[in-house]
């Protein structure tokens, strides 16, 4: 038991012991910590001090600099016044002696007008005694000869005139009559080299192609079964075909000459081909048409070449290519227009006139006649559009437009144009009347045609005398076709001036395709 308590003593103690060593340590840390941050408190305040001092050394720096500057500032800002003050002075001085040199001047100038001025007046008074004594002089002289100063001029003009009258006359006679034949040896000079620099030969187209046929049973072929091949060919190409008793010949007649020449290439390669059926004849003759477009290109790049008009629109040089086929009293319309362009370039290069513009209005100035068959209005009219629509100079459609004067002449090209297009049409054999007004004729037949409602083709043949009419069997009944030959008839009866009789015939086909697959 008395070992229990002495433990029990012992761990009490050693418990006081703990506790009081606990409480001293704590206290030595606090004691500690407080020494530590005393030291630590010394050490920023000497920071802090150093960094005042630092900072204050600094801004004395500082503030010393500036005080340089806003010196040298101040000493330079100082300087510039006084330039600028004795720039200013430099100039009030200038000034001063400008003002006093104006004043000077001035005085001057004062002095001047008024002395002018006496001058004036000196003058005045001088010109007044002059015209005194002139007016006292012709008063005097009207007095002694008893005639006024304006009958005096009258009587010494008439005396001259009458005594010098013979020799007036005459001097102005000489003068017109050398400006005259001056003028009019030149004007047939320039016209006489330009036709005789182109003198090209002339001939007239005619309406009628003869094809060579190899023998009598070809001729057959041609004609078919009761006709059937030649009325084929006839209603497709437009042309009439003239099968008599000639030995090897074919006669194509048709006054369009496109068509003519279409309706030729068809037939010779139909023979050469020797397979003459209506599925063949369609076949050659869209094969022919292409061919004749072909040329048409042709025909019109040719035309442009020779005659150096380069610059014209592929579509223009087309349409032009179309004149090939054209003709204007027998004459051929292309080159009746590629004749007028060299003539015209000649004369103008002869006058001073512009060359380029002369020639490229001579070339076009028929280029409506392509399209009059389709367009209505007068060629010039329709050539004008042409010209207008591709972007064609205006100073080749006014050189163009006034060569039958519908429309006036604005510039001398125009002139040129109208000119050369009376040399070229006016040579010998160039042109004959009767075939362009035969041509007016069968154009003025299927005019009449084409405008009846459900129309597509209209061909006069034989000279005139007969109109076959083809119409959409889906737009005109029989009836209708009936009545349609009626109301041509009656129209041409109408509008027309002919000899002898029109027969007029109206062909309604029903055709009808299908397609085995």
């Keep these: 038991m008395q070992e229990i308590t002495n433990a029990s003593v012992s761990l009490q103690n050693a418990i006081v012991l703990t506790v009081l060593g606990v409480g001293l340590g704590f206290c030595i840390g606090y004691v500690i910590r407080i020494l530590v941050a005393l030291?630590?408190?010394?050490?920023?305040?000497?920071?802090?001090?150093?960094?005042?001092?630092?900072?204050?050394?600094?801004?004395?720096?500082?503030?010393?600099?500036?005080?340089?500057k806003a010196s040298d500032t101040l000493k330079e800002a100082r300087e510039q016044i006084k330039e600028k003050e004795e720039h200013v002075q430099k100039s009030e001085e200038r000034l001063s002696k400008k003002e006093e040199y104006l004043v000077s001047k001035e005085q001057d100038?004062?002095?001047?007008?008024?002395?002018?001025?006496?001058?004036?007046?000196?003058?005045?008074?001088?010109?007044?005694?002059?015209?005194?004594?002139?007016r006292h002089?012709?008063?005097?002289?009207?007095?002694?000869?008893?005639?006024?100063?304006?009958?005096?001029?009258?009587?010494?003009?008439?005396?001259?005139?009458?005594?010098?009258?013979?020799?007036?006359?005459?001097?102005?006679?000489?003068?017109?009559?050398?400006?005259?034949?001056?003028?009019?040896?030149?004007?047939?000079?320039?016209?006489?080299?330009?036709?005789?620099?182109?003198?090209?030969?002339?001939?007239?187209?005619?309406?009628?192609?003869?094809?060579?046929?190899?023998?009598?049973?070809?001729?057959?072929?041609?004609?078919?079964?009761?006709?059937?091949?030649?009325?084929?060919?006839?209603?497709?190409?437009?042309?009439?075909?003239i099968v008599d008793d000639s030995q090897g010949f074919i006669t194509i007649s048709c006054f369009d000459p496109i068509r003519r020449q279409i309706?030729?290439?068809?037939?010779?390669?139909?023979?050469?081909?020797?397979?003459?059926?209506?599925?063949?004849?369609?076949?050659?003759?869209?094969?022919?048409?292409?061919?004749?477009?072909k040329v048409i290109k042709k025909e019109g790049e040719r035309a442009v070449y020779e005659t150096g008009v380069m610059y014209l629109d592929p579509k223009i040089i087309q349409i032009l290519g179309r004149l090939h086929f054209r003709t204007s009293y027998g004459q051929n319309v292309l080159q009746h227009s590629i004749e007028c362009a060299h003539i015209a370039g000649m004369i103008a290069a002869e006058i001073g006139a512009n060359v380029?513009?002369?020639?490229?209005?001579?070339?076009?100035?028929?280029?409506?006649?392509?399209?009059?068959?389709?367009?209505?209005?007068s060629h010039v009219e329709i050539g004008r559009k042409i010209l207008d629509k591709f972007g064609v100079s205006e100073d080749i459609i006014k050189a163009m437009q006034a060569h039958h004067e519908e429309y006036p002449y604005?510039?001398?090209?125009?002139?040129?144009?109208?000119?050369?297009?009376?040399?070229?049409?006016?040579?010998?054999?160039?042109?004959?009347d009767n075939i362009e007004q035969y041509i007016k004729r069968l154009e003025e037949l299927e005019?009449?045609?084409?405008?009846?409602?459900?129309?597509?083709?209209?061909?006069?043949?034989?000279?005139?005398?007969?109109?076959?009419?083809?119409?959409?069997?889906?737009?005109?009944?029989?009836?209708q076709a009936h009545n349609m030959a009626k109301n041509i008839a009656k129209s041409i009866e109408e509008s027309l001036k002919y000899p002898g009789e029109i027969k007029v015939s109206v062909i309604r086909e029903m055709r009808i395709t299908e397609v085995a697959r």
């Design 137 to 241: 002089t012709e008063a005097e002289l009207e007095r002694v000869s008893g005639m006024s100063k304006e009958s005096a001029i009258t009587e010494i003009l008439q005396r001259a005139e009458k005594e010098n009258e013979q020799i007036i006359t005459s001097r102005i006679y000489k003068l017109e009559n050398f400006a005259h034949e001056k003028i009019e040896d030149r004007s047939r000079e320039i016209l006489a080299t330009s036709i005789q620099r182109l003198a090209t030969s002339v001939s007239s187209d005619l309406f009628t192609t003869q094809i060579p046929i190899p023998s009598e049973e070809v001729k057959g072929k041609i004609i078919g079964k009761e006709g059937r091949n030649i009325k084929t060919f006839e209603r497709i190409s437009g042309v009439e075909v």
């Design 39 to 68: 030291s630590k408190k010394n050490s920023i305040e000497l920071d802090i001090k150093k960094l005042f001092i630092d900072a204050k050394e600094k801004a004395e720096k500082i503030i010393l600099t500036a005080e340089n």
């Design 109 to 134: 100038i004062d002095h001047e007008v008024s002395s002018l001025k006496d001058k004036v007046a000196e003058i005045k008074a001088i010109k007044e005694k002059v015209d005194a004594q002139m």
């Design 356 to 377: 380029s513009v002369s020639k490229a209005g001579a070339l076009l100035h028929d280029i409506g006649k392509a399209l009059d068959h389709e367009v209505q209005g």
């Design 263 to 293: 309706a030729k290439i068809a037939l010779e390669n139909l023979i050469i081909d020797g397979r003459i059926q209506p599925a063949r004849i369609e076949y050659e003759m869209q094969k022919a048409e292409e061919e004749i477009q």
């Design 410 to 432: 604005e510039t001398i090209e125009s002139r040129i144009v109208q000119t050369a297009d009376a040399i070229s049409g006016s040579r010998t054999g160039a042109r004959k």
């Design 447 to 479: 005019e009449i045609a084409l405008r009846e409602h459900g129309v597509e083709k209209a061909y006069a043949l034989q000279a005139g005398r007969e109109l076959r009419v083809f119409v959409n069997s889906n737009t005109v009944n029989d009836l």
